[in-house]
């Protein structure tokens, strides 16, 4: 009887291993997402001010 419980825990154990993974997995794709999103916002802007550093530079 205590064979299969703890047979049974480590199922279930295993099944949250995997369901955490996926978590994981989309969360940094959503990271990735919202960083590129601000990264070409900005881009443009950050292109400007390091032209116009490099040219006070010179």
Do not use: H
Not at 33 to 46: E, F, H, R
Request: charged residues 15%.
């Amino acid at each position: 009887m205590k064979i299969r419980q703890v047979k049974s825990l480590f199922r279930r154990q295993r099944d949250q291993r995997g369901a955490t993974m996926i978590e994981y997995a989309l969360l940094a794709a959503l990271i990735s997402i919202a960083a590129i999103a601000v990264l070409t916002q900005i881009g443009p802007k950050l292109v400007t001010t390091f032209t116009s550093v490099l040219n006070a530079l010179i």
